[in-house]
């Protein structure tokens, strides 16, 4: 707080310091926990306020920090750096240096700490695993975990990522147990493409703690991070001249007989997009799916699917194809596994049939392509795409 007050030079610099009161016990339980500290300045200069322990060592609280001619109060609770001082009996003092120059003025108060809580709380075992991750929702290396055991409560807890730029990216809070709470934390980090955010940048981060308790014991640990290929994946079933998207073979199909389709894909965006089979061209029978072939829901994957009107076997899409032929794809190994991407930019044909066994429910069902990110989402404006009513011949 600062008033401030008319000024003279022949004044004294330093007119008034209080440290009240002169006993505090620091431990968080709201009897007596700081001292307020006074002082006046008549003009301006530039002020340190440090204690002065038993042998003689001082202990900065405040240094060269310029002030104006004005009345001051700030409160102290016992800590320096982050530290509680040791219960001792020690001297406050503060001295200003006028900055139009002249004789530094100084004077000191005595301050005793007892019971001074310097247990100061520890951040044990911080550990990211993998500590290095794609964060494109791909389903492969998309998630880090971020662990550690805290020795004691706290009462706030930070914990980000910090660029090489000095930007500060926030880290979720904590699933396992309570902020703040004694024991064993774990972070789920994901860069933010759960939500749609855009990860950060490809390069190596630190992963930053910081803890405060209740009477301002502070500790920080660090790690590093690196990640790579982040990005939210786009991609799009290409439009035609009429805004289709997709042609179908026929609109009237006979029993036995296929309806085939043909449309293009694109991606669009920055990363690479993992998908899998079957291939284009494979002819499904219309009492199979995905599954029946061989090819279940993978986490991650984009696939193009067909569905129909009057479907009933509660999974949308029961038809679905790999967003291009595998010779078109670009193989990267993860784990021992080979998988397939559609690269940035890259334009694929997919094709493929529905040869009608038996009767689908509806005489004259709509047919409709869709773009799908497994398990993820029905990638929107990608979803419901040309409706076209197909006639199936008995």
């Not at 060269?64 to 016992?78: E, H, I, K, N």
């Not at 000191?108 to 991750?133: C, H, K, M, W």
């Not at 479907?311 to 670009?330: H, I, V």
């Not at 940035?344 to 047919?367: D, E, H, S, W, Y």
């Amino acid at each position: 707080m600062v008033s401030v007050l008319p000024g003279c030079a022949n004044e004294p610099l330093l007119t008034r310091f209080t440290v009240q009161p002169s006993l505090i016990t620091p431990n968080a339980d709201g009897v007596d926990d700081i001292a307020h500290v006074s002082y006046s300045l008549r003009r301006n200069a530039d002020v340190s306020l440090y204690l002065v322990d038993s042998r003689g060592e001082r202990h900065f609280f405040r240094k060269d920090v310029r002030r104006s001619l004005g009345d001051y109060t700030v409160d102290f609770g016992g800590v320096i750096e982050g530290r509680m001082l040791p219960d001792g009996n020690y001297r406050m003092v503060i001295e200003a240096r006028p900055t139009d120059g002249g004789p530094v003025a100084t004077m000191e108060r005595p301050l005793t700490l007892r019971d001074a809580d310097t247990n100061y709380p520890q951040i044990i075992g911080l550990q990211v695993f993998p500590d290095s991750f794609s964060p494109n929702r791909d389903g492969l290396g998309d998630r880090v975990r971020i662990s550690y055991d805290l020795s004691k409560a706290v009462s706030r807890t930070d914990i980000y990522l910090l660029g090489p730029d000095g930007t500060h990216y926030p880290i979720p809070e904590d699933k396992v147990r309570e902020p703040g709470a004694i024991g064993h934390h774990e972070h789920d980090y994901d860069g933010g493409i759960d939500l749609g955010a855009e990860p950060p940048p490809a390069g190596t981060y630190k992963v930053v703690v910081i803890v405060e308790d209740a009477v301002g014991n502070r500790t920080e640990a660090e790690t590093t991070l690196n990640i790579e290929d982040g990005g939210v994946p786009r991609a799009t079933i290409v439009k035609s001249g009429e805004g289709t998207g997709v042609v179908w073979s026929a609109t009237v199909v006979p029993l036995g007989q296929v309806l085939s389709f043909t449309l293009t894909v694109q991606n669009i965006g920055p990363v690479p997009i993992r998908t899998q089979g079957p291939e284009p061209g494979t002819i499904y029978d219309n009492n199979q799916n995905y599954n029946t072939l061989g090819f279940s829901e993978s986490p991650g994957v984009f696939r193009i699917g067909i569905n129909y009107e009057g479907n009933s076997a509660g999974d949308p899409y029961p038809y679905r194809w790999q967003l291009g032929k595998t010779s078109e794809l670009t193989k990267r190994t993860f784990q021992g596994r080979d998988y397939y991407y559609l690269m940035p930019g890259q334009t694929v044909t997919v094709t493929g049939g529905i040869r009608m066994v038996q009767a689908p429910p509806l005489r004259n069902p709509r047919f409709w392509a869709g773009l799908i990110h497994e398990q993820v989402e029905y990638v929107p404006g990608e979803d419901y795409v040309n409706p076209t009513q197909i006639t199936i011949g008995y």
